[in-house]
T-cell receptor, first 113, second 110 residues
């Protein structure tokens, strides 16, 4: 069972470059989200989606875009990378809103130099 | 003040010890509560949900006090494999917003 698949696992970008982090899930989950994890900060919500065609901003959305054209895929785009975006990024999915388990991808370690 | 706060840790305990983690949350509208476990350089995984009546899963016991906005996790008879970071997670209003605490790191020593 694949679950939530994120690519790439590691990435180094130069300041100002753009890139897309890929996230796919095969569990037919409606809810998908992107988090970043920084030391001492916990996971912070960047953007989320409650279904295909529906996205919304989380706690720290600036500098990132998302789209949800299918139930399975939820890519995260960095528009113009900055050193402050150096972090570990996790994609997560869950079936619905009430008391359901969130399944995470393995994470993408991004360094912006 | 962070919405979800946890013991800063780290906790270093010998095998077989009992260890307790505390978590407080500030949003009284929070509806559901979880403990997640995160191994070093890995993704978080659900350890257990936390119910109002308290719940137990083997060596792990979770308690919720809604009046005090406080959640706890007790681990009995600690194993080396329990070494990880434990994340307190709160879900506001049954929505998308899972709010994560910063985590408490546990090292179980031989």
């Amino acid at each position: 069972n694949a679950g939530v698949t994120q690519t790439p696992k590691f990435q180094v970008l130069k300041t100002g470059q753009s890139m897309t982090l890929q996230c796919a899930q095969d569990m037919n989950h409606e809810y998908m989200s992107w988090y970043r994890q920084d030391p001492g900060m916990g996971l912070r919500l960047i953007h989320y989606s409650v279904g295909a065609g529906i996205t919304d901003q989380g706690e720290v959305p600036n500098g990132y875009n998302v789209s949800r054209s299918t139930t399975e895929d939820f890519p995260l785009r960095l528009l113009s990378a900055a050193p402050s975006q150096t972090s570990v990024y996790f994609c997560a999915s869950r079936a619905g809103p009430r008391n359901t388990e969130a399944f995470f991808g393995q994470g993408t370690r991004l360094t912006v130099v | 003040r962070k919405e979800v706060e946890q013991d800063p840790g780290p906790f270093n305990v010998p095998e077989g010890a009992t260890v307790a983690f505390n978590c407080t949350y500030s949003n009284s509208a929070s509806q559901s509560f979880f403990w997640y476990r995160q191994d070093c350089r890995k993704e978080p995984k659900l350890l257990m949900s936390v119910y109002s009546s308290g719940n137990e899963d083997g060596r792990f016991t979770a308690q919720l006090n809604r009046a005090s906005q406080y959640i706890s996790l007790l681990i009995r008879d600690s194993k080396l494999s329990d070494s990880a970071t434990y994340l307190c997670v709160v879900n506001r209003n049954y929505g998308q917003n899972f709010v994560f605490g910063p985590g408490t790191r546990l090292s179980v020593l031989p």
